[in-house]
């Protein structure tokens, strides 16, 4: 038994790992997106609307790998709760966090151009 929870404690340390290195990656390019975003060029326009198109665009991404994050964590939860015998919980909450996660992920999608017609 012993040996067991050693490898799942190794198992878990890779995906903490892989999680961590995921987010360094997300918050690098959500930096990137922002200067972007709000350094004005001398061709850039002054339209409110277009800034305001650009902000939730931005939002949008970083929802989506938010969510595609909530996926990954969701598919470890439920196998975590798999490999564990009597952890029926562990399995519906990574169901749980997968639908979340794709909920986020498709937001843009679910919203449509209808509700952002600013984006169009």
Known sequence: MKKFVTTMSKA???VIGAVTAFNLGLMSASVNAIDKVT???PSATSNPFDKMGNMIGLLLTVTRYVGIALMIWGVYEFVMGITAEGQAEKKTKGIIWV???LLMALAKWILG????????
């Open 12 to 14: 878990r340390n890779k």
């Open 39 to 41: 350094v004005q060029s």
């Open 99 to 101: 639908f979340a996660g």
């Open 113 to 120: 151009p209808n509700v952002l017609g600013v984006l169009a």
